[in-house]
């Protein structure tokens, strides 16, 4: 069964760093990876996905992240930190079990200081 | 103005009450979900449905309930048989030929 992990809980960067966020998955198939962003008391947004083609894949709000099958990562990145991007961070992975299940890491909270 | 709407905003029970939660789409997406997300445990699924009068349990469908009548709408129900209902729930759909899910902005249920 997929499984992703996301290491950190809580990331804290100051404001124009970089940010990173690892995301790590296993699958027994090609993964379709994602990630999501939450604000608080709010639903989860689509940063970007990963599905087939180029493995570094852009997405909204200056984010990116790098698909690395060898090391079965999909790690979220973004050069200069923003005050607004303080929020939580899902990663999540498509299940192979017959149907389109989302299987989500637990998350990683963001923390950004001026 | 499209999207999903999911409704109330916040909602307080007393313990033994049924509840139900609302989500409705305009999307013309197929596949709608259920999930409940708790503090440091992610999102987790509730129920799943693909098609109009057809839905699946998901992980943790135990003291839960839906319908899917209509496209547009996918109704949860949270009993008083679930035993700790206290939650944030967001409800999602998935077009036709796609992988990625669109969510709504939740509903913080309490039951006291």
């Known amino acids: 069964a997929q499984s992703v992990t996301q290491l950190g809980s809580h990331v804290s960067v100051s404001e124009g760093a970089l940010v990173l966020l690892r995301c790590n998955y296993s699958?027994?198939?090609?993964?379709?990876l994602f990630w999501y962003v939450q604000y608080p008391n709010q639903g989860l947004q689509l940063l970007l996905k990963?599905?087939?083609?180029?493995?570094l894949v852009k997405g909204i709000n200056g984010f990116e992240a790098e698909f690395k099958k060898s090391e079965t990562s999909f790690h979220l990145t973004k050069p200069s930190a923003h005050m607004s991007d303080a929020a939580e961070y899902f990663c999540?992975?498509?299940?192979?079990?017959?149907?389109?299940?989302?299987?989500f890491g637990t998350g990683t909270r963001l923390l950004v200081s001026p | 103005d499209g999207g999903i709407t999911q409704s109330p905003k916040y909602l307080f029970r007393k313990e033994g009450q049924n509840v139900t939660l609302s989500c409705e789409q305009n999307?013309?997406?197929?596949?709608m979900y259920w999930y409940r997300q708790d503090p440091g445990q992610g999102l987790r699924l509730i129920y799943y449905s693909q098609i109009v009068n057809d839905f699946q349990k998901g992980d943790i469908a135990e003291g839960y309930s839906v319908s899917r009548e209509k496209k547009e709408s996918f109704p949860l129900t949270v009993t008083s048989a679930q035993k700790n209902p206290t939650a944030f729930y967001l409800c999602?759909?998935?077009?036709?030929?796609?992988?990625?899910?669109?969510f709504g902005p939740g509903t913080r249920l309490t039951v006291t």
């Open positions: 990963y599905t087939t083609g180029a493995t």
């Open positions: 699958s027994s198939v090609p993964p379709y």
């Open positions: 999602a759909t998935r077009g036709w030929q796609t992988y990625e899910q669109y």
């Open positions: 999307l013309n997406h197929d596949a």
């Open positions: 999540a992975v498509i299940s192979n079990t017959g149907f389109q299940k989302l299987v």
